[in-house]
């Protein structure tokens, strides 16, 4: 496994601990969901309920795999291990992408404006150059704009472990 899909995978685990606990539990990604949510006001209903979903499938699917003495919390080591396993975690990723990159396309023009893009990644909490660095290295148009299909991608790219030198590496650590 590469070290860069190590460090993306310790950077999301670190910002879905929402409450600070050292441990993924269902509360984490419901504060999380709702912190989305609430960054894309313009978006409607169907796609705020399409991320609370996507959340909530996240979280069952590793709760269902992972937390095998049922106490409602996942450790690093197991969420690395099903995280860095595309085949047992494709589907809730895959949902979740869909999910996030269409609040951010509230008018649903297939295009993500850098404001939208920039709302949605400080709600989950990533640093704001960081977050320029990544709209960039995905490049945006003229308008500013990148696409829906663009972003679903790059959030799929992230967690592959196999990929490396990808623009969601910019995430981790310092601006790229």
Request: proline share 4%; charged share 25%.
């Amino acid at each position: 496994m590469h070290e860069a899909a190590i460090g993306r995978v310790k950077l999301i685990f670190a910002l879905f601990d929402v409450d600070g606990t050292g441990y993924l539990e269902a509360e984490d990604f419901e504060l999380m969901a709702t912190r989305v949510v609430a960054a894309s006001p313009d978006s409607d209903d169907a796609a705020k309920a399409a991320m609370l979903a996507a959340f909530r499938r996240y979280w069952t699917t590793l709760a269902a795999g992972l937390d095998a003495n049922r106490d409602g919390r996942i450790s690093f080591e197991e969420y690395a291990a099903c995280v860095l396993s595309p085949e047992r975690f494709d589907g809730a990723v895959t949902d979740f992408a869909e999910a996030l990159a269409a609040l951010g396309d509230p008018d649903g023009d297939g295009l993500i404006e850098r404001s939208a893009f920039v709302a949605l990644m400080t709600a989950i909490g990533f640093e704001r150059a960081n977050i320029d660095t990544l709209f960039d290295a995905f490049e945006p148009s003229d308008a500013d704009q990148i696409t829906v299909s663009v972003w679903v991608a790059g959030i799929k790219d992230y967690y592959s472990p196999e990929k490396v030198g990808i623009p969601g590496d910019h995430l981790v650590g310092g601006p790229a």
